[in-house]
């Protein structure tokens, strides 16, 4: 008798293991799958440009694609961040707008010569994370949704940046070496690149080593959840608003340090094609699945799709309308799976 209930046993630890290393196997599958399937999308796009312009893979066009892919990295990394708590930063064309009109009127401009010279980056990057601040400190103390908070925010802060000085575009005259430094080649790459992948780097590492990136997770998972665990969760979603407002504040920065001078528009577009990457990069608009890496994969999937249409030869109008139709695709996409958490708006 004690022999067949040992064996028994010896039958169900065998049965629990094989079951455990298959759920062990999935779940490495699942995490593999997206990434993979969106290398081979671009891999795709890839050989389909390279035909139809051989320019497509000139290093020219491809360190001119890293450029383009700069901005957006910088800000999907704090996107990311935001959407991954179950909320949504729809200020960032605004935020851009202001940090670049803080940086440029604080340095030698057209319309004066004073330069501050660091304290203008500092001013600048004081206003990104003074709004951030403001659109995180709305949302919990004040318990307005952060699609509302954030959007009426991009308004408020395309008004400043106007309201600095009207709707003018304003050149402004610095030292060489940071005026030419975007485009600068190190290594053979774009500094603007270099930026962003330091940038995405230390995004990755924030959510994946640091109590406070799990954190968010959490919240993203269940808020209800998190506060009983004794999650800050205010607290957290104030930091993250922040950080995603410096990071806007510094992409408006090298904005306009590429273009020579500051405009209220200098972001104009870098949204739509922000929350589609962080949306097909697999981040779950309900929050608590996604990361870093994965909106890097997707932005540069839009910037390889944004590059080869153009070198192809299609009308602007026609790369707007399928700029518009990948990203409903994105989010139907996204949210056909996840219905049941999609009741409640955040």
Known sequence: MANKLSGTQSVDTATIRLREKEIARSVIWRRLAEPSSLLA????????FSVLNPRFLSVENLQNLLDQAALPLIIGVGAT?????????????GIMGSAAMTFVLL???????????IVALLAALAVGLLFGLFNGAILTKVKVPSFVVTLGMWFVA??????????????FFTDPNVSGWSATLTLGLPNSFWAAAIVVLIGVGFVGL????????????????ARGAGIRVDRIKLAVFAIA????????????????????????????ITIPAVVIGGTALSGGKGGVLQTALGVLLLTVLNNGLILAGVSPNFQAGIAGAILIAAIIFAA?????????AK
């Open 81 to 93: 961040l935001v959407i991954l708590l179950g909320s949504i930063d729809l200020s960032i064309e």
């Open 336 to 344: 056909a799976s996840q219905r049941d958490r999609l009741r409640i």
């Open 245 to 272: 407002g410096a990071l806007s504040a510094i992409a408006g920065i090298i904005a306009a340090i590429k273009l020579g001078s500051g405009s209220p528009s200098v972001g104009l577009g870098t949204l739509f």
């Open 107 to 117: 340095s030698a401009n057209s319309r004066g010569g004073e330069d501050f010279g």
């Open 158 to 171: 395309l008004g400043v940046a106007t309201v600095m000085y009207g709707n003018e575009t304003i050149p």
């Open 41 to 48: 999308t671009m891999a795709v796009l890839i050989l389909v």
């Open 210 to 225: 640091t109590k406070t990136g799990r954190s968010v997770m959490a919240i993203g998972n269940n808020e209800v959840i």
